[in-house]
């Protein structure tokens, strides 16, 4: 049921790409191959471990089912160290292993994705955190009951929106596909016409913030979403298998995932809201993402994503907070975790990470049912029941 060697085997097809230009004959070619053999090991050996820990979580501690998902990807980052592993098997196969490179739904995970988005194009000058929202929308659009709207005020919820539009049922023709005829101009026309709730909480979490700043960044830059993301974000942090539209046919790119009534799952296509649910990706290109966050990318991007995650704004209760894309954990006075779950009709997502310690786990299942809490627990096991000390 479980497999963590494939990690051995995919380290070893990249170790040896980066070492075959010193694998010459003579003595090098000794020292070389030693080397690699040694890296091998190593990795292999590691990743045995986390396998025998994350069964341990999984048996004792989370409420994860194959029954429920049958299988599931954990990527892991300490440090310079990372980590696939492979839980389970591919859905719909009697026995076929999931492989740790297969392409998932993320669902709300996307927010994180377009809140980076939106900081780096502010850091190139092409807006600004404080512009209005009615100032990227066409005229007959505004909405001058929303005057002061700020993009940061979407990027942490803190207006009255509710999680999705009114009347969104209506175009709603396949439950399993609910942004599929949901299009821009229908969200335009909502927010034109949305009257604003008194007395609502000053966090309201909602799709729809992220699904406008869609439509402001393809405004500001003149690109689609997609490539707007991939130029500013993904081709910068090496993301070459995270996209936003699918570039082949849907069911031969990502994996297949099973609904809650355990039946096979249709990809979702979206007309709108790719900006809060659209985005699909792997768990090396969502290891790849949180780096920035840890200051590890080696890209512009160190110098400011983690300001994303010190905007603290009050959630749901005086432990936890959102910080523009992130929900957050106050674990203790030393600690907090950073997190983004997210679920589309067939696949579960999670990431988390610690970015004082700077460690972060993927979670990535072929579900709705999804994982539960594993992928907080093994980050909790990580930062040794977070204690661990800052590095």
Not at 316 to 343: D, P, Q, R, V
Request: charged share 20%; proline share 5%.
């Amino acid at each position: 049921m479980v497999s963590g060697r494939f990690w051995y085997i995919y380290s070893l097809s990249i170790i040896h790409r980066w070492l075959s230009p010193l694998l010459v004959t003579g003595k090098n070619a000794i020292i070389s191959l030693v080397l690699l053999l040694s890296a091998c090991t190593s990795l292999g050996a590691q990743s045995e471990q986390l396998v025998q820990e994350i069964n341990k979580i999984i048996q004792y501690d989370s409420d994860v089912s194959y029954d429920l998902t049958p299988g599931f990807v954990v990527g892991i980052l300490d440090g310079d160290s990372s980590y696939l592993l492979s839980f389970g098997k591919m859905a719909g196969t009697k026995n076929e292993p999931l492989p740790v490179d297969a392409v998932f739904e993320t669902g709300s995970v996307s927010k994180a994705f377009t809140s980076l988005l939106t900081y780096t194009l502010e850091q190139k000058g092409i807006l600004k955190l404080s512009d209005k929202v009615n100032g990227f929308l066409p005229p007959e659009f505004q909405n001058p009951r929303l005057q002061n709207l700020t993009l940061l005020d979407l990027l942490n919820h803190s207006n009255p929106f509710p999680r999705r539009p009114s009347g969104f049922g209506e175009f709603e023709d396949d439950p399993q596909n609910p942004y599929e005829y949901y299009t821009k101009q229908n969200l335009l026309r909502y927010f034109s016409r949305y009257v604003p709730v008194k007395g609502m909480s000053e966090f309201s979490y909602s799709h729809i913030n992220y699904a406008l700043l869609e439509i402001v960044i393809e405004s500001a830059t003149g690109l689609t979403f997609g490539d707007a993301l991939d130029n500013f974000v993904l081709q910068p942090l090496g993301m070459s298998n995270s996209f936003v539209d699918f570039r082949e046919q849907k069911n031969d790119v990502v994996t297949a995932g099973i609904d809650r009534s355990l039946t096979a799952a249709q990809p979702w296509i979206f007309e709108s809201f790719s900006a809060s649910e659209g985005i699909k990706s792997t768990a090396a290109d969502l290891l790849f993402f949180a780096k920035p966050f840890l200051g590890l990318s080696g890209t512009e991007m160190d110098n400011y994503a983690n300001t994303i995650l010190g905007s603290e704004h009050p959630s749901y209760n005086e432990k936890l907070f959102y910080s523009s894309g992130w929900h957050g954990i106050k674990i203790n006075k030393k600690t907090k975790a950073l997190i983004n779950n997210g679920n589309t009709s067939g696949h579960s997502a999670f990431i988390g990470m610690v970015p004082e310690n700077r460690t972060a786990v993927v979670v990535l299942s072929n579900s709705a049912f999804g994982t539960k809490d594993l992928g907080l627990l093994i980050l909790r096991m990580i930062n040794y029941n977070w204690k661990r000390k800052p590095q």
